[in-house]
Structure formats: structure tokens, C-alpha cells
């Protein structure tokens, strides 16, 4: 069983960057898809950044350019580079993860749809002061 626990949030000033790490304990199969989602209060958890075992990336565009996802495989963890932050980045952010033959039946090859995934981390509060 997979349990991911997610490090890094806090609270900054807009214009600042913060780096999110998300590490997986347990068996993870290959292939696997992990991901980062937020949900800001009053609001739907969304996707934004996703990396796969054969590191195919996804990002959605309101963070294309200002965020990064990376993993290092030794470590068995992602993360979450997050710069230019502005105030709507506030929100709760969570990892998730999705491997073997889940994401091979889903092709959930990077994937920003939170259906995918079947194991979820606690979450880290990132607050942006303006």
C-alpha cells in the first residue's frame, strides 16, 4: 500500500516561490502517475502538475511557466517548485498517486484528472499574502 506524505507549504509574500515535496512510502508499480492538486476554501480540488515513471509531464495553464514538477526516483519523491506565486495560488495542495494496473487500464499517463488517482496524501497549506 502507497502512503504519500507532502512537506514545503507556508506562508509568503506574492512574488515568492515555495517548493512542495511529496514522498511516496510503500510499493509503487511502474508504471505510475503522480500529481499535485489544490483546492482553495469554497472551491473544487483541481489538478495543475503531473509526472509519470517515464517522465512525461503535464501542467495546466494557469501554472505552465511559474510551477515545475520533478521526481527523483532514488528518493521516491516529487516535487513541486513553485515561483511567481500570487494570492490565488492560496489553497490546500495535495499529491496523489495512481501505478501498475490501474493507470495502465485508466492510461493515466500523467494525468491531471483527479478520478485517477486512488491514493491521496494529507495535504500542505500554501498561503500568498498580496
Known amino acids: 500500500q502507497v502512503q504519500l506524505v507532502e512537506s514545503g507549504g507556508g506562508s509568503v509574500q506574492s512574488g515568492g516561490s515555495l517548493r512542495l515535496s511529496c514522498v511516496a512510502s510503500?510499493?509503487?508499480?511502474?508504471?505510475?502517475?503522480m500529481a499535485w492538486f489544490r483546492q482553495a476554501p469554497g472551491q473544487e480540488r483541481e489538478g495543475f502538475a503531473a509526472i509519470d515513471s517515464d517522465g512525461t509531464i503535464s501542467y495546466s495553464p494557469f501554472v505552465k511557466g511559474r510551477f515545475t514538477i520533478s521526481q527523483d526516483n532514488t528518493k521516491n519523491t516529487v516535487y513541486l517548485q513553485m515561483n511567481s506565486l500570487r494570492p490565488e495560488d492560496t489553497a490546500m495542495y495535495y499529491c496523489?498517486?495512481?501505478?501498475?494496473?490501474?493507470?495502465?487500464?485508466?492510461?493515466?499517463?500523467?494525468?491531471?484528472?483527479?478520478?485517477?488517482?486512488?491514493?491521496w496524501g494529507q495535504g500542505t497549506q500554501v498561503t500568498v499574502s498580496s
Open positions: 496523489a498517486y495512481v501505478g501498475g494496473s490501474r493507470m495502465t487500464a485508466l492510461q493515466a499517463l500523467a494525468s491531471l484528472a483527479q478520478d485517477d488517482y486512488d491514493v
Open positions: 510503500g510499493y509503487t508499480n511502474r508504471p505510475y502517475s
